[in-house]
């Protein structure tokens, strides 16, 4: 009705997910990047959850159009389905006629056929879209699924999207199997006053708008009141007030157009988010990390607050070899960094340092990618052989909180994080990792060392505060770099 008076070539604010209106603001576009890495080259189950109207469908759409071409996405619209109907759906996907056949036959079956696509370099993820509304039968069923594997390698990885309600759900006695096997936690939090803007400007550019900001400032703030910061409110908000202000025949959105809307509106109070905001972020939920471009703000940042101590345990400390002393001294040190990993194997603290010095004898030295345009005396240099010691001295089980990892490896943006680090007197607690993402050269930065996950987790909260905003701290399990050679 609109379109012509703000000269707009289709409606801006649909609610229907269409990706072409994918706002990568708001920290949507790192949890994408997220999404796409920790599938193709991780395992393991992954959550995101988010209110209603947050965003969480058009993340999965936006998901399926970035999967690599070797990956087969299964969605799974609607999982108000048996345990049987489960293995059905999977089955119809992958184009295999099992109809009426017996459970065990068809896990096999699919056991077969995975096997078959795993050895042509093809895998399967299944994503679930409202997966709070899943039967606790079938939710276990997906659990038995991800069990299939060939050798050490998963044959289906599976990512469940859902309201809160789902965490509530996993949070149940019977179900901390399924719980235990989650990998990442992300949580798509609602829009803050200060992105409203950002947000309704992009949504009428996508549409076509050339002219100027037609949105006040008092209005942008009564919608990011009113919506409570959630994207299907605030469309539906600023649709009602285009038409408001058509009505009027002019083409300043002001704060009586939102008015009209909210009239025109039933919406209710959502549960209160200011409480949970930063246990969101604690968890790893604002984003995996700061991934790359979130990182290279980070690095560009002049100055930074005071912020909180985190627990210091000087039990945790790894062992340094004594021939690697010289390279570790208390301006050198480094903190961890690790995606969220939980094991039922997580090895106590209280493991004696006679074990630890031990279980490194008895493996091969491991030897981080060497780098030579980096500056031998430097203090990545001196990070990069702190972190070397300490996978050495590690024991099985040790696990480390993944603050990023970025593309961006020039050694002197690198020297400016670690120069904020030593001034925050978290230096010792940050280690590097070199790694290959996508095929460049990368580093993953990592805060600590502890003996198990649930320690790691424990130590979240305490990160300092400029950390817990900037990144999404995860847990990284170390026990895979024990077989690096």
Sequence with gaps: MYLEHFGLDEPPFKITPVTDFFFSGANRGEILDALVYAITDGEGIIKISGEVGSGKTMLCRMLLDKLPTNIKAIYLANPS??????????????????????????????????????ERGERVVVLVDEAHAMPLETLEELRLLYNLQVGKHKLLQIVLFGQPELDEKLAQTNMRQLKDRIVHHFTILPLSPKIV????????????????????????????KASQGLMRRVNILADKSLLAAFVENTHKIEERHVQAALRDSEMTPMRNWSGRRYVAVLG???????????AGWFFNQERMPEAQKPRQLAELKPVIPAASAVAVTP???????????ETASAVSAAAPVAETVNIAEARPPIKLK?????????????????????????????????LFYTTNVQPARMEGFLRRARKLGKLEDIFIIPIELNGQDAFRV?????????????????LPARYLEAFAPTLHLLESYQNTP
């Design 370 to 402: 060497h780098i030579p345009s980096i500056p031998p005396r430097s203090l990545l240099q001196q990070r990069l052989d702190a972190t070397e010691a300490m996978l050495n001295a590690m024991s099985q089980g040790n696990t480390s909180i993944q």
């Design 331 to 341: 301006a050198a040190s480094a903190e961890a960094e690790a995606p969220q990993i």
């Design 446 to 462: 990592l805060y600590g060392s502890f003996p198990s996950s649930s320690e790691a987790r424990a130590a979240i909260p305490e």
């Design 197 to 224: 803007h950002a947000y309704l400007m992009f949504r009428m550019r996508a549409a076509g708008y050339k002219g100027p900001d037609i949105f006040s400032a008092n209005a942008e703030k009564q919608i990011g």
């Design 284 to 294: 790893g939920l604002i984003l995996f990390a700061a991934i790359l471009v979130g």
């Design 81 to 118: 389905m048996s345990r049987d109907e489960l293995l059905y759906a999977i089955a119809d996907r992958l184009q295999l006629d099992l109809e009426g056949k017996r459970v065990n036959v068809i896990l096999q079956t699919l056991q077969n056929h995975l096997e078959t696509m795993y």
